[in-house]
Each structure stands twice: as C-alpha cells, then as structure tokens.
C-alpha cells in the first residue's frame, strides 16, 4: 500500500503513532510534556500529511512553534530525534511501499533536520541574550 490517499495516510498516523507511544522515551513528550489529547492530535496529524503528501488544504497550524513550546518545556534531544526517526521510517518500512512513501521518508527527514537545527539555533541564541544580560 502507498500513502498515495487519505485512508492509507490514516493508517500510517495510527501505526506511527502506536509505535510511538510505545516507547518509554518518547511517550512522555507527549503525554506529560505536551499533554495531547489523541483524539485532537492524530486527526491534525492526518491533515499535515494529507497536506504535505496530496496537496490537500487540510493542515493550517504553525508546526515549528508548537515543537517550540514543547521544547521550552523539556529540551528535545538528539536521542528525541533519532528515536523519532526510527518509528517513523520503521512504520513505512513495514506497511507502505512505493513513490510516495518515498517522499514521506525524505521530507520527513528533511523536516525533522531543520527543526532540529532551528530549535538549536534558537537555544543559543537565548543563552547569548541570557549572557549579555548580566552585563
Ligand atoms: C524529536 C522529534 C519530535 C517530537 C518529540 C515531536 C513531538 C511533538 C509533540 C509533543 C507535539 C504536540 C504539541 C502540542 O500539541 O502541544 C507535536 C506536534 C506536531 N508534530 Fe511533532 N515531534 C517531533 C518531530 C516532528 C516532525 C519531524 C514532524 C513532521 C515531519 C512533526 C509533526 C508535527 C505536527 C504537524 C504537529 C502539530 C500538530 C498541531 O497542529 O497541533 N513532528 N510534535
């Protein structure tokens, strides 16, 4: 099967997401730091892949301040990271195959290395202003 319409794009959601929270690492982030609320969370999750993969105008949010907020709370690491990854990309692996899973491995890649460097980014650059602060 390939993500190449929304009921295989829900099925992904859900699987990725089981795997997720299966993981005593990554649960938490979730759950405690983020407290979402799945029945809220995976149908917006839905919508940014359905926006992402089929060009549907289905995901309307700032992603990249949400992971802020989160961050702020509990500082994402290169482990959050991996780990995310590693679900992500092992889901695809066992259920979808063809030109647009594909793309959702690539862009995921792609998207998880800019947040990652943004959030980095942002991290020094408040640590500069908290240095430059106590002069
Ligand atoms: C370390 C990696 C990641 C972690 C730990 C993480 C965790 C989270 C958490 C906890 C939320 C809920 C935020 C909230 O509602 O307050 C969230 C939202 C979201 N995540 Fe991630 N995320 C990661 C990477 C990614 C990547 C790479 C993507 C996209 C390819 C992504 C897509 C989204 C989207 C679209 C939302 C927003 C849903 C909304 O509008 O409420 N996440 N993420």
Partial sequence: MDLDNPAAIHRMVQLFYASLLDDPVMEPVFMEVAGVHLAEHLPLIEGYWCKMLLGKDTYH??????????????????????LWFDHFNHTLDAHFEGPYTEKARKLARRILRNLARWLNARDQELAGMAESDSY
């Fill in 61 to 82: 949010r700032n992603m990249v301040y949400r992971h802020e907020r989160v961050h702020d709370k509990f500082p994402l690491s290169r482990e959050h990271f991996e």
